[in-house]
């Protein structure tokens, strides 16, 4: 490879991508300043801290954050580490309580990461002052449909702005709920790979492997959704923009013309549901639930799947943990328990869909270490995108427009 332009113009070209973007720590640091440092990342839902005094400990990035309601009701995040010996204030995943008490040296914190006190005050008096030794916090909260996401870049755009047109998807979940909200309190999986954290973000909306490696679970399941991913579909790619990307099932659906065919079941399976979303949408109700749940990448970490909320977590240049949830739905009694086997049948420990995407992922952080060809070839489908009618750059299903997308929108930030 030749160095005549900048680093990352010459890693990134329309058609290719250099594989030493998954392998060179120092692109990672890089990344986690320029990335997960300085735009708006998803952290967590405010279903998940519903009473006054809840809290929950998130990733954000290779760290954790606490995510806590306090007292008046705001939302807080909080960087775990104590002010004093920089120990962990909070070890348990989730709770209710006013405050959090560092183990090593009892420092405490209010949930709103003020300092409350600290043990054998004598030693600090005339030396410290309580209000410039709070917990440091996360400077930019801001929430869209309940989901909170964090900046610590003051010059970042507002959250609505940085969203674009993937706030309509995500409206678009939010409105499967006959209560118009959706809930994240089912519990979490962690599933753990030896990759670079972009081979999950380009992945989840790679419409060209579900019919390869997802083959066996399509097939043994009965599903349709094998379908859904080829070049007869009328499915699309599509790129929202800031780098948010989507497999756009609708066109297909709409085809089809099933009620609840998106979640490959029938309005009989479902009736109280069914009644509910009838209630509030009325003559828009077969429209709502034939067009279904979104296929949607947030740039950075934020993956809804339809039925299930991913969030991936970089850890290092070569190891990734996904986390992920059954989506519940306000008021849609019927629907959860199904959504909730279903996610565990797919994505749950004896599950084969994100087992076999994980068994890629870490083949592809093995086979990337090999010296030739150093490039990845991104440009399926760059022959034949086209326009849509909302001005966004769209192909089939199958083509590689989302990757592209990520790329560019990947390159304007590690550029800046």
């Not at 030693?123 to 209000?131: L, P, T």
């Not at 440091?136 to 801001?142: I, K």
């Not at 006959?178 to 999950?200: E, Y």
């Not at 989840?204 to 579909?233: K, N």
């Amino acid at each position: 490879m030749t160095t005549t332009g900048s680093k990352y113009d010459e890693l990134i070209r329309p058609d290719r991508i250099h594989g030493s973007l998954y392998t060179d720590p120092e692109i990672f640091a890089d990344e986690m300043a320029k990335i997960f440092y300085s735009t708006w990342v998803y952290v967590g839902h405010e279903s998940e801290i519903a009473e006054v005094n809840d809290y929950v400990v998130k990733p954000f990035g290779p760290q954790t954050v606490i995510m806590s309601r306090a007292k008046d009701g705001s939302i807080h995040l909080l960087q775990n580490r104590c002010a004093h010996r920089a120990n962990l204030v909070c070890e348990a995943p989730k709770g209710n309580a006013t405050g959090f008490r560092c183990q090593y040296h009892g420092w405490t914190y209010a949930n709103n990461g003020d300092l409350l006190g600290f043990p054998y005050k004598k030693g600090y008096e005339g030396i410290a002052d309580k209000s410039k030794l709070g917990l440091g916090r996360v400077p930019r909260v801001e929430s869209y449909q309940g989901f909170v996401f964090g900046c610590f870049n003051p010059d970042a755009p507002p959250l609505l702005e940085h969203l674009g047109d993937a706030a309509k998807e995500i409206d678009r979940l939010v409105r499967l709920s006959p209560n118009g909200k959706i809930q994240l309190t089912a519990g979490w999986l962690k599933h753990k790979v030896k990759a670079n954290w972009k081979m999950l973000l380009e992945n989840e909306t790679d419409g060209y492997h579900p019919q390869f490696v997802h083959s066996s679970v399509f097939v043994s399941a009965e599903s349709g959704i094998g379908a859904l991913y080829s070049d007869t579909a009328d499915a699309v790619s599509r790129d929202l923009g800031n780098g948010h990307t989507e497999n756009d099932l609708r066109p297909e659906f709409r085809r089809l013309g099933n009620v609840m065919g998106w979640f490959g079941t029938t309005p009989d399976k479902v009736p109280n549901y069914i009644a509910k979303m009838r209630e509030v949408h009325g003559d828009k109700t077969e429209e709502i639930l034939i067009e279904g749940s979104p296929h949607l990448m947030v740039f950075p970490n934020l993956f809804i799947a339809e039925i299930q909320i991913f969030v991936i977590q970089p850890v290092a240049v070569d190891e990734t943990v996904q986390h992920v949830t059954a989506i519940q739905l306000d008021g849609g009694e019927e629907m959860n328990r199904r959504l909730l086997q279903q996610t565990i049948g797919s994505v749950g420990p004896a599950g084969f869909l994100l087992a076999d995407d994980s068994e890629m992922y870490e083949r592809n952080q093995r086979g990337v270490q090999a010296r030739d060809p150093e490039w990845l070839v991104i440009n399926r489908g760059a022959n034949r995108e086209r326009v849509d009618e909302n001005g966004k750059l769209i192909g089939y299903n199958t083509d590689e427009v989302p990757i592209r997308a990520i790329w560019r929108h990947y390159k304007s930030l590690m550029e800046k």
